[in-house]
Nanobody, 116 residues
Framework: QVQLVESGGGLVQPGGSLRLSCAAS????????MGWYRQAPGKQRELVAG????????KYADSVKGRFTISRDNAKNTVYLQMNSLKPEDTAVYFC?????????WGQGTLVTVSS
């Protein structure tokens, strides 16, 4: 069974950048389309970026389009989220999961705080 561990979060000033990583255990990782999700305090979890199993196609929420880039390295069983031009409203716990999400794959997430 695949397990996912997110890392790379932290405190960053508005306009700054962070790169999140999601490491997967399990040999079937590369059959999944994957997504990065986030949940801000008091809000529902939302999908912010998705990538197909091959990495050939990506999609983004309107709120992050042009600022975030999702990528994956199937040889390393890892999905990345490059986040640029961060805004205070990007503050949230970020999770990776399959797309569509699978209940058993939710991990602890990584906290991103954008504040001056």
């Amino acid at each position: 069974q695949v397990q996912l561990v997110e890392s790379g979060g932290g405190l960053v000033q508005p306009g700054g950048s962070l790169r999140l990583s999601c490491a997967a255990s399990g040999s079937i990782f590369n059959i999944y389309a994957m997504g990065w999700y986030r949940q801000a305090p008091g809000k529902q979890r939302e999908l912010v970026a998705g990538i197909t199993s091959s990495g050939a196609s990506t999609k983004y929420a309107d709120s992050v389009k042009g600022r975030f880039t999702i990528s994956r390295d199937n040889a390393k069983n890892t999905v990345y989220l490059q986040m640029n031009s961060l805004k205070p409203e990007d503050t949230a716990v970020y999770f990776c999961n399959a797309d569509p999400d699978r209940e058993k794959l939710w991990g602890q997430g990584t906290l991103v705080t954008v504040s001056s």
